[in-house]
T-cell receptor, first 115, second 113 residues
Framework: GAVVSQHPSRVICKSGTSVKIECRSL??????MFWYRQFPKKSLMLMAT?????????EQGVEKDKFLINHASLTLSTLTVTSAHPEDSSFYIC???????????FGPGTRLTVT | TQLLEQSPQFLSIQEGENLTVYCNSS?????LQWYRQEPGEGPVLLVT?????EVKKLKRLTFQFGDARKDSSLHITAAQPGDTGLYLC?????????????FGQGTILTVHP
């Protein structure tokens, strides 16, 4: 089956620093990747849609200068949390949609803790 | 307004019991997907239903898509502790949500031995 990886799986950073999270589709090409945020015992909240070679589309209420998204190739998208604060601590999950099908495949998630 | 209403949000049962999780909407979905997620991991796709009235079985799990493609259900027979997790329904709607996967609120299932 399709595999999506995320790196790192866990990261702890100090308030005010920036953190980059990578999302890769390992065995398929993904023209579209999605970034989600998830709070404990809650569902996934879509943050932005990332299309290869173009600017990301952000959901209402998500600060695009705070959460920088780059989708430079058909297999890689990155999310950079800039000037992180404790309230940015969360579980961030990416997903990639196969070019040929509607199904999305999810990465294993990244636990971000900002101290 | 939640596009996909999932219920119940919490379910705590004993091993061997049956259960059903519901996913309802006033919108029509081109497809609905069910995921299972364990703590600290990403959601894992269980099934995709596409045709109205479709029923799919995956071992002890039975998934149904409503005739009008507005609702879906997940039924688990003889639940086991290994079924514990967060179950999510999600679907592709139209309009401004076109191309985006909309998620229900999730159902946290706990199966006690």
């Amino acid at each position: 089956g399709a595999v999506v990886s995320q790196h790192p799986s866990r990261v702890i950073c100090k308030s005010g620093t920036s953190v980059k999270i990578e999302c890769r589709s390992l065995d398929f090409q993904a023209t579209t990747m999605f970034w989600y945020r998830q709070f404990p015992k809650k569902s996934l909240m879509l943050m932005a849609t990332s299309n290869e070679g173009s600017k990301a589309t952000y959901e209402q209420g998500v600060e695009k200068d705070k959460f920088l998204i780059n989708h430079a190739s058909l297999t890689l998208s990155t999310l950079t949390v800039t000037s992180a604060h404790p309230e940015d601590s969360s579980f961030y999950i990416c997903s990639a949609r196969d070019r040929a099908y509607h199904e999305q495949y999810f990465g294993p998630g990244t636990r971000l803790t900002v101290t | 307004t939640q596009l996909l209403e999932q219920s119940p949000q919490f379910l705590s049962i004993q091993e061997g019991e049956n259960l059903t999780v519901y996913c309802n909407s006033s919108s029509v979905f081109s497809s609905l997907q069910w995921y299972r997620q364990e703590p600290g991991e990403g959601p894992v796709l269980l099934v995709t239903v596409v045709t109205g009235g479709e029923v799919k079985k995956l071992k002890r799990l039975t998934f149904q898509f409503g005739d009008a493609r507005k609702d879906s259900s997940l039924h688990i027979t003889a639940a086991q502790p290994g079924d514990t997790g967060l179950y999510l329904c999600a679907g592709y709607a139209g309009g401004t949500s076109y191309g985006k996967l909309t998620f229900g609120q999730g159902t946290i299932l706990t199966v006690h031995p």
